[in-house]
Nanobody
Framework: QVQLVESGGGLVQAGGSLRLSCAAS????????LGWYRQAPGKQRELVAS???????VYADSVKGRFTISRDNAKNTVYLQMNSLKPEDTADYYC???????????WGQGTLVTVSS
């Protein structure tokens, strides 16, 4: 199983931007779909964006038009560009291989995004 390590979180004001990275310990070429999840305090973890090996993407309605997921197979990295951030985007963000909406690997440590109003 490939290990995934998230980074790039931080504190940002509402309306700002952040780019999250998810670096894999091995090749991601054979991983059909990768996704970014988030978990806000007191809420369940939810899938916010996913990307297939063919670069087809799916987004949750709450982030559509603001977030962009991408993958660089040469760098074994998945990115989440987050623009027009809102306080409700505050959460721990995690990446994982996905099947539909189901995560396939053990969770990493995540990266915390805090959006101030």
């Amino acid at each position: 199983q490939v290990q995934l390590v998230e980074s790039g979180g931080g504190l940002v004001q509402a309306g700002g931007s952040l780019r999250l990275s998810c670096a894999a310990s091995g090749s991601i070429v054979s991983i059909n779909a990768l996704g970014w999840y988030r978990q806000a305090p007191g809420k369940q973890r939810e899938l916010v964006a996913s990307i297939t090996s063919g670069s087809s993407t799916v987004y949750a309605d709450s982030v559509k038009g603001r977030f962009t997921i991408s993958r660089d197979n040469a760098k074994n990295t998945v990115y989440l560009q987050m623009n027009s951030l809102k306080p409700e985007d505050t959460a721990d963000y995690y990446c994982n291989a996905v099947l539909g909406v189901v995560p396939l690997y053990n969770w990493g440590q995540g990266t915390l995004v805090t959006v101030s109003s």
